[in-house]
């Protein structure tokens, strides 16, 4: 079992920057690869960006790719979520999410085990 609290969203001007974490219980936190999905009013639920269990590789949605980072401490229990350059459509909120298959980067919806309860980030315009 893995419980999930994420932190850090808020309102922004575009342009600015926000950094998201997610804080993980139990002690299999480096066995499951973890992830930011969000999902904007009327829309479905989005993969953002993901992180194997080691590190070692991560994927990003096109639409955030060169403006998010995404980072992990295992010895933590913590993955991050950096935002920069951000924009109004980056306005949603934003779930972190933690997937049985380790070794992925970019699962999808359906692999995902266990879900944060959801952060809200706003950036105006």
């Known amino acids: 079992q893995v419980q999930l609290v994420g932190s850090g969203g808020g309102l922004v001007q575009a342009g600015g920057s926000l950094r998201l974490s997610c804080a993980a219980s139990?002690?299999?936190?480096?066995?499951?690869?973890m992830a930011w999905f969000r999902q904007a009013p009327g829309k479905e639920r989005e993969f953002v960006a993901g992180?194997?269990?080691?590190?070692?590789?991560?994927n990003y949605a096109d639409s955030v790719k060169g403006r998010f980072t995404i980072s992990r401490d295992n010895a933590k229990n913590t993955v991050d979520l950096q935002m920069n350059s951000l924009k109004p459509e980056d306005t949603a909120v934003y779930f972190c999410?933690?997937?049985?298959?380790?070794?992925?980067?970019?699962?999808?919806?359906?692999?995902?085990?266990?879900w944060g309860q959801g952060t809200q980030v706003t950036v105006s315009s």
């Open positions: 999410a933690a997937s049985g298959f380790r070794r992925i980067s970019r699962p999808a919806t359906y692999d995902v085990d266990y």
């Open positions: 992180i194997s269990w080691t590190g070692g590789s991560t």
């Open positions: 139990g002690r299999t936190f480096a066995s499951y690869a």
